[in-house]
């Protein structure tokens, strides 16, 4: 395995290829017709976070490596709860959650990673992005007009040739976070356009969830082509072995959250990971103190 890739990427249906054959239309949204039922998806995601559970301790104490999930979708895709299911046993002191809003002032008089970059996890944990640096090749190529808040000093003509320099930059990046220890992985949950449009319906219609929908959700839900133009652009162009994209089928939820968190847990399995070890020195003093301690306790 080649130094600057820390792990093979897992072996599934949802990989997107390395290459530029993939088309997000022929992409399912839904799982195998003969995928095991909600009850079941339900307890394998619970041994999924009790395995993560234990990586991430070795994760922390082995202080070697970080890890960076990367979620993108569409809204409704189902974002917020699946990394809030997937995670739910991690140490929330091992675990950072970046979600990228609109770009501040100060944002925009730095390179469009740069924002990315600062919110990377250090080593030893695990941090995640809910939206993230894909944004500036996905909104940005759906409302180009946004570009001119960017203050670039050159924007070329036609604008494909800016996207391509900019896959060119992410994979460069990306690389550069592997060689160094990061483990990126790259979730793009696939919900269908009915499913999308039924979840959009449950939150207008129940009160505790209308603060989830605004009126732009409904706006950019009608360019969902323009966006899935866009997203099969980006994992085309940036879909690598040290980077991996998985186009995860969406539109059920509990087979979504036990596909992302088999994938997650069976990348981790292949990290050297391990509890340091005591010096002599170190072992003598546990020595000491434990006699000491069971001296203490035992007394009358």
């Known amino acids: 395995m080649p ?17 530029d054959s993939f088309k997000l239309s022929k ?5 195998p017709a003969d995928s095991a ?36 979708g569409v809204d409704a895709a189902g974002k917020d709860g699946t990394i809030r299911a997937v995670l739910s046993g991690v ?24 924002r990315v970059q600062r919110a990377l996890p250090e080593r030893g944990r695990i941090g995640v992005f809910n939206r993230s640096h894909y944004e500036e090749v996905l909104v940005v190529r759906v409302h180009p007009e946004l570009l001119q808040h960017q203050q670039l000093p050159y ?21 550069h ?24 319906l449950d ?26 133009e866009a997203y099969q652009g980006a994992l085309r162009a940036t879909s690598k072995p040290w980077a991996p994209w998985y186009c995860i089928p969406a539109d059920s939820k509990s087979y979504m959250r036990r596909v992302i968190s088999e994938i997650i847990v069976g990348t981790l399995k292949q990290l050297p990971l391990a509890y340091p070890t005591p010096s002599d020195a170190d072992k003598a003093m546990i020595e000491k103190v434990r ?6 306790v035992h007394k009358p």
């Open 37 to 72: 039922s909600k009850k079941d998806n339900v307890v394998a995601l619970a041994d999924s976070v009790a395995r993560l559970e234990k990586l991430q301790k070795r994760l922390h104490a082995d202080d070697r490596y970080a890890v960076l999930l990367v979620f993108q």
């Open 27 to 31: 992409a399912t949204t839904a799982p």
């Open 291 to 296: 006699h000491a301690l069971e001296t203490e």
């Open 91 to 114: 140490n929330p002191q091992g675990c950072q959650v970046y979600s990228f809003k609109q770009p501040s002032k100060e944002d925009l008089d730095h390179d469009f990673l740069w």
């Open 3 to 19: 130094h600057s890739i820390l792990f093979e990427p897992i072996e599934s249906p949802y990989l997107v290829p390395y290459d």
């Open 203 to 228: 939150r207008v219609r129940d009160p505790d969830d209308n603060w989830k929908f605004t009126a732009s959700d409904w706006s950019e839900a009608a360019k969902r082509d323009d966006y899935l």
């Open 177 to 200: 976070w592997a060689r160094n220890g990061t483990v990126v992985l790259k979730f793009f949950l696939n919900v269908s356009k009915h499913e999308q449009q039924r979840r959009f």
């Open 155 to 175: 924007v070329p003509k036609p604008l494909d040739e800016l996207w391509d320099q900019r896959f060119e930059s992410i994979n460069a990046a990306e690389k």
